[in-house]
């Protein structure tokens, strides 16, 4: 997906590309979120990380996914909140403070997918 379809606001983390493709980073995100939330472990640890209940988790599609910056640096990705999928899987957002929000999505992307996405392959993406 290109970056064009977000604003600046919507980013929660800028990595150099590693050996995953953009596509192949997605479905590794939508891989780590379906396996976590799975489990009651991996639900506390997306709860703690979003600080909200596990049972205000739904299931749905990943609240975040991974662009490339259409005509700026090819080396770059971008984590972004994926602002649909995000008020499905956790309705309690909606109404929240944008600011507010991407705090703890950054605090999700840092302490849950991305070491979860590291954990086979460290350099899936880069720093």
């Known amino acids: 997906m290109s970056i064009s ?3 600046k ?3 929660i983390s800028k990595h150099k590309r590693g050996d995953l493709t953009r ?3 997605d479905e590794r995100v939508a ?3 379906s396996e976590t939330l799975a ?3 991996g639900r506390k640890r997306i709860a703690a990380a979003l600080r909200i209940k596990p049972e205000d988790l739904h299931p749905g599609p990943p609240p975040v996914e991974i662009q490339s910056p259409s005509g700026l ?3 770059l990705l ?3 909140i994926h602002w649909t999928a995000t008020s499905i899987v956790v309705p309690v957002f909606v109404g929240m403070v944008k600011d507010e929000v991407k705090e703890r999505m950054t605090r999700l992307w ?3 997918l991305l070491p979860a996405i590291r954990s086979d392959n460290r350099t899936a993406i880069g720093d």
Do not use: G, H, I
Request: aromatic letters at 12%; proline letters at 4%.
């Open 9 to 11: 606001e919507d980013r």
């Open 31 to 33: 891989e780590v979120w």
């Open 39 to 41: 489990s009651d472990f």
């Open 110 to 112: 840092k302490e849950v």
């Open 73 to 75: 640096d090819p080396t």
């Open 78 to 80: 971008y984590a972004v």
């Open 5 to 7: 379809n977000t604003t």
């Open 23 to 25: 596509q192949q980073l």
